[in-house]
């Protein structure tokens, strides 16, 4: 493989438990052990990478995750903005209570923390810039009927709605 990513969504033990379940350190683990076999193969692949889905549930835990990353070998974290609706933490938040579209200001400032931080640190963050989040953009009308970024990727995604089925997407 030329990549492999790995979606964890929370930076230390008590918030990856909470968004995702099972162990982090066995995820860290996993990541350490690939990484010390491409070492031993003198290659740089496959790239490790992270993709972590921003909210104000896990914000303050990637700075955790942004320490571990050089330690245990990942290469890159891409970070993007947390926002479906359909997941299990309800009834103990509500998704306006968890994603940052719905205060854009305080979001952007998380980013810059976070960009400034992986700076320090030299680790490498995808996008390389900010994907800034535009004022009110949850207030105009259309949302939900279109996609309100560019397509960039596509994701298969466990469905929620459906037990053991996945679907492929290009947006939320």
């Given at each position: 493989?030329?990549?492999?990513?790995?979606?964890?969504?929370?930076?230390?033990?008590?918030?990856?438990?909470?968004?995702?379940?099972?162990?982090?350190?066995?995820?860290?683990?996993?990541?350490?052990?690939?990484?010390?076999?491409?070492?031993?193969?003198?290659?740089?692949?496959?790239?490790?990478?992270?993709?972590?889905?921003?909210?104000?549930?896990?914000?303050?835990s990637i700075?955790?995750?942004?320490?571990?990353?050089?330690?245990?070998?990942?290469?890159?974290i891409h970070?993007?903005?947390?926002?479906?609706?359909?997941?299990?933490?309800?009834?103990?938040?509500?998704?306006?209570?968890?994603?940052?579209?719905?205060?854009?200001?305080?979001?952007?400032?998380?980013?810059?923390?976070?960009?400034?931080?992986?700076?320090?640190?030299?680790?490498?963050?995808?996008?390389?810039?900010?994907?800034?989040?535009?004022?009110?953009?949850?207030?105009?009308?259309?949302?939900?009927?279109?996609?309100?970024?560019?397509?960039?990727?596509?994701?298969?995604?466990?469905?929620v709605e459906?037990?053991?089925?996945?679907?492929?997407?290009?947006?939320?």
């Open positions: 493989f030329d990549k492999l990513l790995f979606s964890i969504h929370g930076g230390d033990e008590e918030t990856y438990r909470k968004l995702q379940g099972g162990d982090i350190n066995r995820i860290f683990n996993t990541i350490d052990k690939i990484n010390k076999k491409r070492i031993e193969k003198g290659s740089i692949y496959p790239r490790l990478g992270v993709n972590f889905a921003l909210n104000k549930v896990n914000a303050k700075f955790n995750l942004i320490d571990k990353a050089n330690e245990i070998g990942i290469d890159y970070v993007q903005h947390y926002y479906d609706a359909r997941n299990a933490m309800e009834p103990e938040y509500k998704i306006k209570d968890v994603s940052y579209h719905y205060d854009p200001e305080e979001g952007n400032n998380m980013l810059d923390d976070i960009y400034a931080y992986t700076k320090e640190k030299k680790v490498e963050l995808f996008p390389k810039e900010p994907l800034y989040l535009e004022k009110d953009l949850m207030t105009q009308s259309g949302v939900g009927e279109k996609c309100i970024e560019p397509w960039r990727s596509f994701k298969i995604k466990g469905c459906e037990e053991n089925t996945a679907y492929i997407g290009i947006c939320n």
